[in-house]
């Protein structure tokens, strides 16, 4: 997909919200609902490094957006995604929790040594109660794919000088400002 490949509207972005991911595109993905627009791609992640999903996921800025399937082993050729540890509900606007984000760090090399860095990847899923799929195909007697594994990704590369941000960002001019401050320690030749 990427750039150019979508049919979208002039001045379309794609920046939706953690509810918005789970509750339009994941859940009608799972209940075989038709999505509309239709932009996000199946891809199956784990075969690509992350530097690798131009052109196959949905992009938008620095992000890319893909539905791929849940499973136990995230290596690749190059390295691997480990969990952060950090598993965050994604709620609706009742504070209903609809789904979980799991939050995923790219390494290069092999497990445990591999090098950390800076591709981050979010991974949803819906919620246990959410995901009827497979109970019903079971009851209807069919056997179906068991779309409850289905999870949407967003995966980007972050910028590391947003890891210590406390929300105030210095311009230009106040870098230079504030080392006019240190002038006054400096002693200058006469």
């Known amino acids: 997909m990427g750039d150019g490949n979508v049919n979208l509207p002039p001045g379309f972005r794609f920046y939706p919200t953690d509810e918005e991911l789970v509750v339009h595109f994941l859940q009608r993905k799972v209940a075989l609902l038709p999505c509309h627009p239709d932009v996000i791609p199946d891809l199956d992640l784990y075969p690509y490094d992350p530097w690798e999903l131009?052109?196959?996921?949905?992009?938008?800025?620095?992000?890319?957006?893909?539905?791929?399937?849940?499973?136990?082993?995230?290596?690749?050729?190059?390295?691997?995604?480990?969990?952060?540890?950090?598993?965050?509900?994604?709620?609706?606007?009742s504070n209903k929790k609809i789904g979980m984000k799991m939050h995923w760090m790219f390494y290069m090399g092999g497990p445990p040594t591999g090098v950390e860095t800076n591709w981050i990847m979010h991974e949803y899923r819906l919620s246990d109660s959410g995901s009827s799929s497979s109970r019903s195909s079971r009851r209807s007697g069919h056997t179906k794919i068991d779309f409850s594994k289905w999870v949407v990704c967003r995966v980007y590369e972050q910028n590391f000088c947003?890891?210590?941000?406390?929300?105030?960002?210095?311009?230009?001019?106040d870098e230079v400002f504030m080392s006019l401050d240190d002038l006054d320690e400096i002693s200058l030749p006469n």
């Open 54 to 93: 131009e052109g196959k996921a949905l992009a938008e800025g620095n992000q890319w957006y893909f539905y791929s399937r849940r499973t136990e082993s995230r290596t690749t050729s190059n390295g691997y995604w480990k969990s952060m540890g950090v598993d965050d509900p994604v709620l609706n606007s």
């Open 162 to 173: 947003d890891e210590n941000d406390d929300g105030t960002e210095l311009s230009c001019l």
